[in-house]
């Protein structure tokens, strides 16, 4: 399913795919989605309609086609009257067998096939590469790339962050302000709050019954424990609740260094634990960014974590470029000020804060582990979760280009050249007409190279 045949550890708990192979033993599972909902049964209709898309180049074309085909005949018409008034003798047979090669030599298939097949062949190399293209368009605009908008969190980093610092107010007990803020957070899908949930399941600390449990997009969450209101998040959360950090910037600093993410929890009157949270940064996220700068393109993150902790991942990965502390909608802002720049944007994310940015972009990259709102509004869709995708599906969205460009230059200039010939215009210098039989030999000849040539997008090495 990823383009990467390699075996994956599974424990209880985990979840399966189908279309995947058990590599031993046996195990019981559950089964959550079946026909048209299974990832497979996805992944084939994805294929199948960016397939049958048409980009606007393929569009372009079908109107020259459109076109062609009344010119052919009236080209052949007038053929077979200038040839029957003008010709030698029989004119009649003459003019019958020019006209009839000038309609058999033309060949709108070529001119036709020129872009259908070459999309065909291209969706269908990114597909075994794990890279999942929505439709023709956004194969033929990821060619024209050339900034990259990367999110942190999932994207470039593993999206499973660890644990890995407590500091709790003086007087209060750690295991209990986990505990609570564990549950608290019960009802977020963050991986931040995942993070917490997990640690305090590995201390065998029991979920409480919470209350009112309400979401900030871009800060964190409120909820209830007995009569008390909460909050759990970052720092612009405990600003706006006019909580004071005076006490916490010593510790906020030591996290900042580690490049730790912090989250605070509180209630109404002060901040009553700080949380150091670490999401690893994923192995081949290096290795791929500088790819994407070896073909030109400009490189930018974006996150809604503190610059602190950006900065630190930046540096890893090496972008020079970041936008911090942003908030779900100022993404989208940042995509719209980067393409009134004139820059061709695609913007790669995994959340659900990242749908309304990747939807806006020029191409959206949806990471395959994401949620099932950024895959709806992405163009492309990386089954792997690998950065590496996005260089490999912007290669072969080049090559396809490149490849669709050449079959309508083929298709041009064959029929340039072809109908004049068929329609006798070397007649006066070599006293020879054009076979039909060679004409129509001619045709599908040049039908089958541009099959042929679109063909080599399967041997295209990315």
Request: glycine residues 10%; charged residues 15%.
């Amino acid at each position: 399913l990823t383009g990467e045949s390699v075996p994956v550890h599974k424990a209880k708990g985990d979840r399966v795919t189908g279309g995947t192979l058990n590599g031993s033993g046996s195990f019981l599972m559950q089964v959550s989605r079946i026909g048209a909902d299974t990832v497979l049964a996805q992944i084939i209709e994805r294929v199948r309609e960016a397939q049958a898309s048409k980009p606007a180049i393929a569009r372009l074309t079908d109107k020259v086609a459109s076109i062609f085909v009344p010119v052919v005949v009236g080209i052949a018409i007038l053929t077979f009257l200038i040839w029957y008034w003008v010709g030698p003798e029989p004119q009649l047979s003459y003019a019958l067998v020019t006209a009839m090669t000038v309609l058999v030599i033309a060949c709108p298939c070529a001119l036709g096939l020129a872009t259908p097949i070459s999309i065909i062949a291209g969706v269908g190399k990114a597909a075994q590469q794990g890279i999942l293209i929505r439709n023709g368009d956004a194969l033929q605009q990821a060619a024209a790339i050339d900034t990259v908008v990367l999110d942190k969190t999932g994207t470039i980093t593993a999206g499973k962050p660890v644990l890995q610092a407590i500091h709790v107010a003086d007087g209060q007990d750690e295991n209990r302000l986990l505990q609570l803020t564990a549950t608290l957070e019960k009802g977020s899908e963050h991986p931040l709050a995942q993070a917490i949930r997990t640690e305090a399941d590995k201390r065998g600390l029991k979920t409480l019954v919470v209350t009112g449990f309400h979401s900030i997009s871009g800060h964190g969450i409120r909820a209830q424990y007995e009569g008390q209101a909460y909050q759990v998040g970052n720092v612009r959360l405990m600003q706006t609740q006019g909580l004071a950090l005076d006490g916490w910037r010593d510790v906020l600093a030591q996290l900042d260094t580690a490049g730790l993410t912090p989250v605070f929890l509180a209630d109404q009157a002060q901040i009553l634990a700080l949380f150091g949270i670490a999401d690893a940064v994923k192995p081949d996220a290096a290795a791929s960014i500088a790819a994407l700068k070896a073909q030109g393109l400009d490189v930018i993150m974006l996150t809604g974590d503190r610059r602190e902790v950006a900065e630190h991942i930046a540096a890893q990965v090496g972008i020079g470029t970041l936008h911090a502390e942003v908030l779900p909608e100022q993404k989208l802002a940042v995509i719209e000020t980067l393409q009134q720049q004139g820059r061709k944007v695609a913007m790669v994310g995994d959340g659900v804060n990242d749908a309304p940015a990747l939807a806006r972009a020029d191409v959206g990259f949806a990471i395959g582990a994401g949620t099932d709102v950024a895959m709806a509004a992405a163009d492309v869709t990386l089954v792997g979760g690998s950065l590496a995708g996005i260089d490999k599906a912007i290669r072969i969205s080049r090559a396809t280009t490149r490849n669709i460009w050449q079959n309508l230059f083929g298709a041009f200039v064959y029929n340039s050249l072809g109908i004049p010939v068929a329609a006798g215009i070397l007649y006066p210098l070599t006293g020879m007409l054009l076979n039909p039989m060679i004409a129509g030999a001619a045709m599908a000849l040049s039908s089958v190279t541009v099959v042929v040539n679109a063909n080599r997008l399967g041997r295209l090495k990315v």
